[in-house]
């Protein structure tokens, strides 16, 4: 464990949020395996659409529902084991701390399963090796997502969260290339095995150089058998601002699951390129998605302090919708350039707010616990996205392969980013209902500046021009009385001398 000079050692605030601010190199470090853990899945989503519709591993009929039958029992285990794993880490007591020796043990299984992967020839095989990757890697990622509410200050959770999307999306970008590249040469086998190096490289960095945060809860003589039954206890109901979150982030993030898990077969079947052009073609396209939301991140999470979270994420989910849209009837690829260029403009939007979001209304003591359910939608998006999007193109589609039937697949992503703006309405946001009440405060600091101006021995007027008593609640704050100090009107000396 290495703390960073110039950091300030954080103590924990009556919310359980760290009050010490943490150099942005720390912020980095800590958003750092985010990158790798992002192109893991990337990277093999994009391997194994290929296998499908090129190698003769399926029917190309069927190669929808057969790539949603390879991931559905891996999507199962994510559900489960990331908020399990999560929650027991909160009680976790080591000599690394209780986040990373599962970041450390997931992140060397994920190799060991993508060699798996790499090496396996049929069907059963390759879906086998996909569930253990997903128990592996979610036994890393659920504990993992502790640690921006273990230890960065509500004033640089915006910052964190734009960091966190940051490298989400290089993940997701180097991931994407990394397949690409394999499909292109037809080297699956060299991309597997580059995309676990990559993330053991950026779990090193979390595991060697951040330092750990508070100290775990206390287990009060509870067996881990109750610990791990604990993130699933029905008192999760009662956080229904959670909730919502949760179902929003879902549609949300399988409309942009059904672009980029079905990109293969829309590049193959609706652009008609063979299986080289579709892994060259997909670099630049995926690059614009990139480029689009590193663009969109910083700028998104500043908004985001000014306006609220909510109105950012709606933002979102409409400039998505308009890219989705364009690329669902894209006659040519320029076309669809430019609809995955407002996507990855969205996607930035997106994840510069969603997490920052999340932060702000989970209980911080069992952070592990409601960041692994909240991730729930991220472990099943892709998943659904395939099982309703893919399978949407296998009928539309038909044994024909008509292009229509990744057309119709975008459209539908189209409608879950509407259904996710919608879920979005319930969730409370306290950051938008704090910088709201800052503003009204700002407001009635000026108006009440402009009313001290009276002459002596007058009252103050109110709000439709009466006098009425100096002796108001405004008055009586302290910040007041330093204004009228400053002023040095009558209203503030008498002030003074009460």
Request: aromatic share 8%; hydrophobic share 50%.
């Amino acid at each position: 464990m290495t703390d960073e000079p110039g950091a300030t050692i954080s103590t924990p605030a009556a919310d359980g949020r760290p009050v010490g601010r943490l150099p942005n190199r720390e912020l980095v470090r800590i958003s750092l395996y985010w990158l790798g853990l992002s192109s893991i899945f990337a990277g093999l989503s994009y391997i194994m659409a290929s296998r499908l519709e090129f190698t003769g591993l399926v029917d190309k009929a069927g190669a929808g529902r057969a790539l949603f039958l390879v991931s559905i029992s891996g999507a199962v285990i994510a559900v489960i084991v990331q908020p399990t794993i999560g929650s027991i880490s909160d009680y976790t007591i080591t000599r690394w701390g209780r986040r990373k020796p599962y970041i450390f043990i997931g992140s060397l299984l994920d190799l060991v399963f993508l060699v798996g992967i790499a090496y396996s020839n049929t069907l059963i095989a390759i879906a086998a090796f996909i569930a253990l990757l997903q128990f592996s890697s979610n036994f890393a990622q659920g504990p993992f997502q502790g640690y921006v509410p273990d230890l960065v200050p509500a004033a640089q959770v915006g910052t964190a969260s734009a960091l966190v999307g940051m490298m989400q999306v290089l993940g997701v970008v180097s991931g994407y290339v990394i397949g690409a590249l394999a499909a292109a040469y037809h080297s699956y086998e060299i991309g597997l095995i580059a995309l676990g190096l990559l993330e053991v490289a950026t779990m090193l960095a979390v595991v060697i150089r951040v330092r750990e945060g508070p100290s775990p809860k206390s287990r009060k003589g509870r067996p881990w058998r109750s610990i791990a039954a604990e993130a699933w206890g029905t008192d999760i109901l009662r956080e229904r601002s959670f909730m919502w979150l949760v179902a929003s982030r879902l549609a949300i993030l399988m409309g942009g699951s059904v672009l980029t898990s079905l990109a293969v077969f829309y590049l193959a079947r609706t652009m008609a390129l063979n299986e080289h052009d579709s892994g060259i073609v997909f670099i630049p396209l995926v690059s614009l998605v990139a480029i689009g939301t590193v663009a969109a991140v910083v700028p998104a999470a500043r908004i985001s302090d000014r306006v609220g979270r909510k109105r950012v994420i709606w933002a979102s989910c409409g400039v998505s919708a308009i890219g989705l849209g364009i690329c669902a009837a894209a006659p040519s690829l320029p076309f669809a350039f430019l609809g995955a260029l407002l996507y990855g403009i969205s996607a930035g939007m997106f994840l510069a707010v969603d997490w920052a979001l999340m932060t702000d209304i989970i209980p911080k003591a069992s952070s592990g616990r409601y960041m692994g359910l909240s991730n729930v939608a991220t472990a099943s998006a892709g998943v659904l996205a395939i099982a309703v999007g893919g399978t949407l193109m296998d009928i539309v589609g038909g044994p024909g392969l008509d292009p229509a039937g990744p057309r119709a697949a975008l459209w539908l992503a189209v409608v879950l980013m509407g259904i996710g703006a919608l879920l979005l309405r319930p969730p409370d946001d306290i950051h938008q209902r704090a910088a709201g009440e800052e503003r009204d405060r700002s407001r009635t600091r000026r108006r009440h500046v402009a009313d001290a101006h009276v002459p002596a021995g007058r009252g103050l007027r109110d709000d439709v021009g009466h006098e009425r008593p100096v002796d108001c609640q405004e008055c009586a704050r302290p910040e007041r009385e330093a204004q009228h100090a400053e002023l040095g009107d009558h209203h503030g000396r008498r002030h003074r001398r009460d």
